[in-house]
């Protein structure tokens, strides 16, 4: 019987295995792998390194932002470059947000790595670290539960993302950010744009951009490729002394 028993627990620690000694203080990572091979040493091994990055290349999980924010400009894809907008931070500072995109990620959930994007990213560069609203989650459908130790976020009970709470109380995102092979980088100005495109109206600029169409001129190619296609309206429509407060 002693002998059922042990062999019950040698099981269950190859199929949850709880790594320590790479994390920082407070933290844990859990691989779960049937096989219990070098796989799950190699993604426990992964996990780990981003617990242990310096602040500007991880993500901190923030109740009180109201959008997604990050001081990398690389990381970004489908930049815009926008002006008028500030953020004001806990110590009320303000900074300037200079720009808008996309973030490719991979995410860390129940011992896989998963594609993922973050939309709608703020590009604060004078920000210190890059924030995960908790909010602009919620707002998606997204829910949010915080545990002792972690976060979990779901979708009509999936887990979509996790994150681990270090000894400072700040709950680290476990996912790695996806540097693209090509960026499209749309940084010229409607203005520009309504400039040569033959002052077509900005109208017909958001139709053609809603239609994934190419717009090519002799010094301009810009693709267009966005899953949130109404970003270009709110862009265009905005004041130019809007506040994004709360960051």
């Not at 190699?42 to 901190?60: C, H, P, T």
């Not at 004001?88 to 998963?114: A, P």
């Not at 707002?139 to 000894?167: R, T, Y």
């Not at 490729?225 to 407060?245: R, T, Y």
Request: contains cysteine; positive net charge.
């Amino acid at each position: 019987m002693q002998e059922t028993a042990e062999r019950r627990r040698s099981s269950r620690t190859r199929d949850l295995e709880i790594k320590k000694d790479t994390a920082p203080e407070g933290a844990f990572i859990a691989t779960c792998n049937g096989s219990g091979g070098a796989q799950a040493e190699s993604i426990g091994q992964e996990a780990a390194a981003i617990l242990r990055a310096d602040m500007v290349n991880f993500w901190v999980t923030d109740s009180g932002a109201s959008k997604h924010i990050t001081n990398r400009r690389k990381w970004l894809v489908d930049f815009w470059s926008i002006s008028g907008i500030s953020v004001s931070l806990g110590n009320n500072d303000e900074c300037q947000v200079t720009g808008t995109g996309t973030v490719l990620i991979k995410r860390f959930v129940d011992g896989e790595w998963c594609e993922g994007r973050i939309e709608n990213v703020l590009y604060v560069p004078r920000i210190k670290k890059n924030l995960f609203s908790v909010g602009a989650c919620t707002s998606k459908g997204f829910d949010v539960h915080f545990k002792s130790d972690m976060v979990v976020i779901s979708q009509d009970g999936v887990s979509m993302a996790q994150e681990l709470k270090q000894n400072n109380e700040i709950y680290r995102m476990l996912l790695r950010v996806k540097l693209p092979d090509e960026v499209n980088i749309s940084t010229i100005s409607l203005k520009i744009w309504h400039e040569r495109l033959g002052h077509a109206n900005l109208k017909t600029i958001k139709a053609m951009v809603k239609k994934g169409i190419s717009m090519q001129s002799s010094s301009l190619t810009l693709t267009i490729s966005f899953v949130n296609h109404a970003k270009l309206a709110s862009h265009a429509d905005m004041p130019s002394n809007k506040q994004e407060k709360n960051a």
